[in-house]
């Protein structure tokens, strides 16, 4: 019982990216600066940042970047037939992350995901999943966070989560 109750409270708590709308400039910076760190090249569908395009002021083209939530109860996490192999969690900052090498890019995760944008996609070409990891190899933390010339983002500790 103890095992169990130490895994459930190892999944419900994690970091997460935070955006403030109101420094946010749209430019997309952290969007390509985070594909070029994970691939060593630039492009939307490269990004665990996921990029929003609405209609929002009546007929002009709004974008905006979305982050991984790090959900508390991850559907993601739960959905994946390789959980703990494939879909992972890191012991230190609590992120949810894909494992490359074993994931089979079957998209469960994808389709778990609750959001009308989901946070995680897969890349059809490499048959793997991919979704922010916050950075986990990363000595400074989220290279998102870091390139934000205008502070929008922070990182918010799994200790300091609701």
Not at 120 to 143: H, N, Q, W, Y
């Amino acid at each position: 019982m103890r095992r169990m109750n130490e895994k459930a409270s190892r999944i419900s708590k994690s970091s997460r990216i935070s955006r403030d709308e109101n420094k946010c400039l749209y430019c997309g910076r952290c969007l390509m600066l985070c594909a070029a760190f994970h691939h060593a090249a630039v492009g939307t569908n490269l990004s665990a940042i996921k990029w929003s395009e609405t209609d929002y002021f009546a007929g002009v083209p709004h974008s905006e970047p979305l982050f991984c939530l790090q959900c508390p109860k991850p559907n993601c996490y739960y959905a994946c037939p390789l959980k703990d192999r494939a879909l992972c969690i890191d012991s230190v900052t609590g992120a949810r992350y894909i494992n490359q090498a074993e994931c089979d890019g079957c998209g469960l995760c994808v389709a778990a995901c609750p959001y009308d944008v989901p946070r995680v996609s897969v890349d059809t070409d490499k048959k793997k999943a991919t979704k922010c990891d916050l950075c986990k190899d990363r000595v400074d933390g989220p290279v998102c966070v870091d390139v934000c010339t205008v502070k929008a983002l922070t990182l918010v500790g799994r200790e300091e989560r609701e």
